[in-house]
């Protein structure tokens, strides 16, 4: 186990969540782990695992027809399904299983380190599990007729491949980011590599997100410094230069793949 007494307590809930899906899956179903996995894949997020399998061994222009052998490289989403593909290269299609406990694990870490910014540490776990558990409460207490109730329920999120349980997660790394540099320094060499490292991942697997965060960042200045925010950038044009390149980098090495 972990050194740090919380994070122990994040990866055991982590697990029982990921085990309640599951073990009754294993137990009351008796489908081999390929169709097992399909069938329990959130909503469309099945039309990805093809991709998946390309990226995993290096296939990028696959066709279905027999007569078409010479296929141009097919885009893909690679930030988004990269990690499954390491994993699927290494797990087969156990990848699958373990990705959605990673992403449960780190899903609860993230809003860990956000909430322990405002409340004790167990009052911010239990709020993360409350975050994590929004779709199962919406659907026990039967209010997704709600007006808006719906879209939290499938919107805020999901283990569904790779939109919203990977690229989602990207954008709550960018939101811990800018509270950490809100509560901690804001021009620090480490925070603007990592920033630019979430811009470039958000930019190319889901670009609204790579939006919402450089509008959230520029905003985040102008409350910060008012009227001097672009003093501010002048001042510390290395460290923005710095992040605009590790995006551009990300963006570069996954999208024009």
Same mark, same amino acid.
């Given at each position: 186990?972990?050194?740090?007494?919380?994070?122990?307590?994040? &990866?055991? /809930?982590? @697990? #029982? !969540?990921?085990?309640?899906?599951? *073990?009754? =899956?294993?137990? +009351?179903?008796?489908?081999?782990?390929?169709?097992?996995?399909?069938?329990?894949?959130?909503?469309?997020?099945?039309?990805?695992?093809?991709?998946?399998?390309?990226?995993?061994?290096?296939?990028?222009?696959?066709?279905?027809?027999?007569?078409?052998?010479?296929?141009?490289?097919?885009?893909?989403?690679?930030?988004?399904?990269?990690?499954?593909?390491?994993?699927?290269?290494?797990?087969?299609?156990?990848?699958?299983?373990?990705?959605?406990? &990673?992403? /449960?694990? @780190? #899903? !609860?870490?993230?809003?860990?380190? *956000?909430? =322990?910014?405002? +409340?004790?540490?167990?009052?911010?776990?239990?709020?993360?599990?409350?975050?994590?558990?929004?779709?199962?409460?919406?659907?026990?207490?039967?209010?997704?007729?709600?007006?808006?109730?719906?879209?939290?329920?499938?919107?805020?999120?999901?283990?569904?491949?790779?939109?919203?349980?990977?690229?989602?997660?990207?954008?709550?790394?960018?939101?811990?980011?800018?509270?950490?540099?809100?509560?901690?320094?804001?021009?620090?060499?480490?925070?603007?590599?990592?920033?630019?490292?979430? !811009?470039?991942?958000?930019?190319?697997?889901?670009?609204?997100? +790579?939006?919402?965060?450089?509008?959230?960042?520029?905003?985040?200045?102008?409350?910060?410094?008012?009227?001097?925010?672009?003093?501010?950038?002048?001042?510390?044009?290395?460290?923005?230069?710095?992040?605009?390149?590790?995006?551009?980098?990300?963006?570069?090495?996954?999208?024009?793949?």
């Amino acid at each position: 186990m972990l050194r740090n007494k919380n994070i122990n307590t994040i &990866l055991i /809930i982590s @697990i #029982f !969540l990921f085990s309640i899906k599951w *073990i009754l =899956s294993f137990y +009351f179903f008796k489908e081999n782990l390929s169709v097992r996995i399909i069938f329990e894949s959130v909503t469309d997020g099945h039309y990805y695992y093809p991709l998946i399998k390309y990226l995993a061994f290096f296939e990028f222009n696959n066709s279905f027809d027999p007569n078409i052998d010479n296929l141009k490289i097919i885009p893909l989403p690679i930030a988004g399904i990269f990690f499954h593909s390491i994993f699927f290269k290494i797990f087969g299609f156990m990848a699958f299983v373990v990705m959605e406990l &990673l992403a /449960i694990f @780190i #899903f !609860l870490i993230i809003f860990y380190k *956000i909430f =322990s910014y405002f +409340f004790s540490e167990n009052e911010s776990i239990v709020l993360s599990l409350l975050l994590f558990t929004i779709p199962s409460i919406v659907t026990i207490l039967n209010i997704e007729n709600l007006p808006y109730i719906n879209l939290l329920k499938s919107n805020f999120y999901t283990l569904r491949v790779p939109r919203l349980m990977i690229n989602t997660l990207y954008l709550f790394t960018f939101l811990y980011l800018l509270i950490s540099m809100e509560k901690e320094v804001i021009f620090n060499k480490k925070k603007f590599i990592l920033l630019g490292l979430i !811009l470039g991942l958000s930019l190319s697997s889901f670009y609204y997100f +790579f939006v919402i965060e450089v509008t959230a960042f520029l905003f985040f200045l102008i409350y910060k410094f008012k009227f001097n925010f672009l003093k501010k950038i002048l001042e510390q044009q290395k460290n923005f230069v710095l992040s605009i390149f590790f995006s551009y980098f990300q963006f570069y090495l996954f999208f024009s793949t």
